[in-house]
């Protein structure tokens, strides 16, 4: 079997200089990396040293002739689920670590994000790395196999989540759960149930996500106008 590499959309440091940060975006079944690249504006108007990466998931999607996915959800039987987490989880860790290396930046200087599904990847990645990432943040995903956290986790790094109340793919609770597990585990966590919003990410979330980043990142946030 040959070795699964990523690609993806990216949107270079705009401020033409060496990157000093990285932002690892994560999508949701059936989009592709397209589909969160276009966030990375907002992170760049306050973040001008911080590439942004947005990899198209490695497999098509099995349940629309278009987009991609990190691992099926045909079945929404939770040991499939959680197999298909883990297999896909070394080759973004490939990924992340090829593009640590390519802009000479260290874990303490990358942010991971994900949306709905990515966001599954994106807790199961983050809280299992030896060296910490700045941060994590998730928004409309679920925490699978929490109880794994006990005999896995590696990573205490600060967690931005993020859920719509209304929300018609992944349930609310999954909010509140996976607070109760990072709180149970003295993982640090912000959270954020945002009224009236469905299965997305809305301007509220947007300026949270930049608020975190900057925060994580070690940088003041801007004043108020």
């Not at 949107?11 to 690249?37: C, F």
């Not at 000479?104 to 990432?133: C, W």
């Not at 299965?199 to 106008?225: C, K, Q, W």
Request: one cysteine or more; hydrophobic letters at 45%; aromatic letters at 6%.
């Amino acid at each position: 079997m040959s070795e699964v590499t990523l690609s993806g959309p990216r949107h270079e440091p705009s401020s033409g200089g060496p990157a000093k940060e990285l932002i690892v975006m994560l999508h949701g079944l059936g989009a592709d990396g397209q589909d969160l690249i276009g966030l990375a504006p907002y992170f760049a108007n306050v973040l001008p040293n911080a590439a942004i990466v947005s990899p198209d998931a490695h497999q098509p999607c099995d349940m629309a002739p278009m987009g991609r996915q990190w691992f099926s959800l045909q079945s929404r039987d939770q040991d499939l689920i959680l197999d298909g987490i883990q297999k896909a989880a070394p080759i973004i860790e490939a990924y992340i670590a090829k593009e640590m290396a390519h802009y000479n930046l260290s874990a303490d200087r990358v942010l991971l994000m994900g949306f709905s599904q990515g966001a599954m990847m994106t807790y199961h990645i983050g809280f299992r790395q030896k060296e910490p990432f700045a941060g994590m943040m998730c928004f409309s995903g679920m925490l699978v196999a929490s109880e794994l956290l006990k005999d896995e986790l590696k990573s205490r790094c600060p967690v931005l989540a993020i859920h719509g109340d209304v929300d018609e793919v992944v349930p609310p609770e999954a909010l509140p759960a996976a607070v109760k597990t990072m709180m149970e585990h003295e993982i640090t966590v912000y959270q954020q149930m945002i009224s009236k919003l469905g299965h997305g990410i809305d301007e509220n979330g947007i300026r949270m996500g930049v608020g975190f980043a900057m925060e994580t990142l070690g940088y003041s946030p801007l004043e108020e106008a």
